[in-house]
């Protein structure tokens, strides 16, 4: 857990297809529209580091793309998402926690190996988890091409519904933040309003608490 911060963490997670890099555009539109300091941020990340692991997914497997994956998150952690919360951003991540629980898991590793790898990853402010029928996700993922390995076919998209379900499990009995929101007939502009109130009413409620702090 990290310490308290003048920015937010907020992290969005969720089946390939279910639309988390539409929303983390969106809101962050949104909310820098309304005045907000805002950064968007994604994992694996841009350094590096994180593009070994982004495109390196047909190199790399099980352990040694779990540990990658998850030095990745540490190295982002300290060189990008802590000094921008530090500056008072509300820091919106593409990816985090739960797609590792997911993922690896698919990859071979066990989910206790995942959490051991990353118990000192930051808590964030609020989780978003995206969910979606199985079937509207593939087919998203047919349409606008796949992502890699991951992302294969029904069969492929149902294994990952099914592990998200676990992964919100285990967050959720660590005290996580989490916030599931269905996509399957939801319209992004709608959910990017729906989670930009939401973001919005935290943000307001901590600088008024810091204000008669």
Not at 115 to 122: F, P, T
Not at 194 to 203: D, F, G, K, P
């Amino acid at each position: 857990m990290r310490p308290q911060q003048p920015g937010m963490l907020v992290t969005v997670d969720g089946l390939g297809g279910a639309g988390k890099s539409t929303l983390v555009q969106l809101v962050t539109e949104r909310l820098t529209e309304r005045g907000y300091p805002v950064h968007a941020t994604t994992e694996p990340s841009r350094a590096p580091l994180g593009e070994i692991a982004r495109y390196g997914t047909n190199t790399y497997h099980g352990l040694a793309l779990a540990c990658l994956v998850a030095a990745d998150r540490y190295h982002h952690l300290d060189s990008e998402i802590r000094p921008q919360l530090r500056g008072g951003f509300i820091v919106l991540c593409d990816r985090y926690m739960a797609s590792s629980l997911v993922l690896q898991r698919m990859d071979g590793v066990p989910a206790d190996y995942v959490q051991a790898l990353n118990v000192h990853a930051d808590i964030p402010d609020l989780a978003v988890v995206l969910t979606a029928d199985p079937a509207v996700t593939a087919e998203r993922i047919r349409v606008r091409g796949s992502h890699g390995r991951f992302e294969n076919g029904l069969n492929t998209s149902r294994t990952e519904a099914e592990l998200y379900q676990d992964a919100i499990t285990r967050l959720d009995e660590l005290g996580w933040p989490l916030w599931l929101l269905d996509t399957s007939a939801v319209a992004p502009e709608a959910l990017a309003e729906q989670v930009t109130a939401r973001i919005t009413e935290l943000a307001d409620d901590r600088s008024a608490s810091a204000a008669t702090a």
